[in-house]
T-cell receptor
Framework: KNEVEQSPQNLTAQEGEFITINCSYS?????LHWLQQHPGGGIVSLFM???GKKKHGRLIATINIQEKHSSLHITASHPRDSAVYICAVRRPNDMRFGAGTRLTVKP | DTEVTQTPKHLVMGMTNKKSLKCEQH?????MYWYKQKAKKPPELMFVYSYEKLSINESVPSRFSPECPNSSLLNLHLHALQPEDSALYLC???????????FGSGTRLTVV
């Protein structure tokens, strides 16, 4: 079993829909990251969370430390949100990544 | 400067070639990382440098040789690679502890 599990693996939505991506982890962490990767591109850090909830524009990330679970929400989705979203957990010496969720938002 | 800069962006090399990937950051981050990412897979850790010293080597073959000449620069020297080494190579840096990572845009390597 992977240390970081994401669901769903693939997600197709219509423009304007509310989107949720989930992440569960099984190890102790110092922080959890939500990352965005566009095709052929580098990785952009969206959020770093150690507790509670963060909001940036149309993106909201939450984490429940007791349940070892985090969610990334996108409100009013747009085709430019199409990308791979990766959950990653921060450990003392490195970061462990989930397999990613490939999101496609259709106009 | 809040970026990690990787060069080159694309590299095609033969199996007998020697080449190097370069990564640079000027944020004063003390930890720097090399990751390898195959298509549709998450990044896999290769090496970690902490305070310019190699602290983690994830059993990477010796045809990959990392080097950290100073606190801002991280190189990955490549020699006698195989076609299966073709991948996106990502560099990242961090202040350490619970601080976040800053990723470079990667070098897309093709071994022919």
């Amino acid at each position: 079993k992977n240390e970081v599990e994401q669901s769903p693996q693939n997600l197709t939505a219509q423009e304007g829909e509310f989107i949720t991506i989930n992440c569960s982890y099984s190890v102790g962490i110092s922080a959890l990251h939500w990352l965005q990767q566009h095709p052929g591109g580098g990785i952009v850090s969206l959020f770093m969370l150690s507790s509670g909830k963060k909001k940036h524009g149309r993106l909201i990330a939450t984490i429940n430390i007791q349940e070892k679970h985090s969610s990334l929400h996108i409100t009013a989705s747009h085709p430019r949100d199409s990308a791979v979203y990766i959950c990653a957990v921060r450990r003392p010496n490195d970061m462990r990544f989930g397999a990613g969720t490939r999101l496609t938002v259709k106009p | 400067d809040t970026e990690v800069t990787q060069t080159p962006k694309h590299l095609v090399m033969g199996m007998t070639n020697k080449k190097s990937l370069k990564c640079e950051q000027h944020m004063g981050h003390r930890a720097m990382y090399w990751y390898k990412q195959k298509a549709k897979k998450p990044p896999e850790l290769m090496f970690v440098y902490s305070y310019e010293k190699l602290s983690i080597n994830e059993s990477v073959p010796s045809r990959f040789s990392p080097e950290c000449p100073n606190s801002s620069l991280l190189n990955l020297h490549l020699h006698a690679l195989q076609p299966e080494d073709s991948a996106l190579y990502l560099c990242a840096s961090s202040q350490g502890g619970a601080y976040g990572y800053t990723f470079g845009s990667g070098t897309r390597l093709t071994v022919v």
